[in-house]
């Protein structure tokens, strides 16, 4: 089936670790997002990335890490300089061109501060 | 900056009957997207419907349809024959296509119950 996978779905961070959220799709999507959801709030955009091995900030980048090395993935690191890290985190992808901008979401990942 | 406003933070309608959520947004851009999503208890985000600005008839998907105004910069969704199933948070969202490409920004969601 062609989708987005997020994994793990739950996720614990200890004080001063740093975590990897993982974003798989094989839809064949240009462009790829990562996103916070905090409640009452809508998604907040992290880093997003149009092409292989180029990425840029989003509104909430401080804390955060990412990397582009190939089209399928987009793994999100956050960091022990992210002080306030639970959350879920939404992964998306879309086409980059043309009428088919449309985002399609991952099922996400909760992360929890013990 | 762009920003989406939707200012009915929880609604509830009844089953079969028809209820609208409304969406405002603000924008300098010309050319963009506008979309709704929902999100049920599950947190998947969903794809309602998708309206293109240069577009003038209004966008619909089976019981779902919108009431695009551009220039009152108004985009709500309107739910037909509602079903138990409807129930979700709903969330609006704005994509440029200008110098904002590739990035949406969302609504803080309207919460929908559907009453049996």
């Known amino acids: 089936d062609g989708g987005i996978t997020q994994s793990p779905k739950y996720l614990f961070r200890k004080e001063g670790q740093n975590v990897t959220l993982s974003c798989e799709q094989n839809l064949n999507h240009d462009a790829m997002y990562w996103y916070r959801q905090d409640p009452g709030q809508g998604l907040r955009l992290i880093y997003y990335?149009?092409?292989?091995?180029?990425?840029q900030k989003g509104d909430i980048a401080e804390g955060y890490s990412v990397s582009r090395e190939k089209k399928e993935s987009f793994p999100l690191t956050v960091t022990s300089a992210q002080k306030n890290p639970t959350a879920f985190y939404l992964c998306?992808?879309?086409?980059?061109?043309?009428?088919?901008?449309?985002?399609?979401f991952g099922p996400g990942t909760r992360l929890l501060v013990l | 900056a762009q920003t989406v406003t939707q200012s009915q933070p929880e609604m509830s309608v009844q089953e079969a009957e028809t209820v609208t959520l409304s969406c405002t947004y603000d924008?300098?851009?010309?050319?963009?997207?506008l979309f709704w999503y929902k999100q049920p208890p599950s947190r998947q985000m969903i794809l309602v419907i998708r309206?293109?600005?240069?577009?003038?008839q209004n966008a619909t998907e089976n019981r779902f349809s919108v009431n695009f105004q551009k220039a009152a910069k108004s985009f709500s969704l309107k739910i037909s024959d509602s079903q138990l199933g409807d129930a979700a948070m709903y969330f609006c969202a704005f994509l440029g296509r200008g110098s904002t490409l590739g990035r949406l920004y969302f609504g803080r969601g309207t919460q929908l119950t559907v009453w049996p």
């Open positions: 990335s149009q092409i292989v091995n180029d990425f």
């Open positions: 309206q293109e600005a240069y577009k003038q």
């Open positions: 998306a992808s879309s086409i980059v061109s043309g009428d088919q901008e449309t985002q399609y």
């Open positions: 924008t300098s851009e010309s050319d963009y997207y």
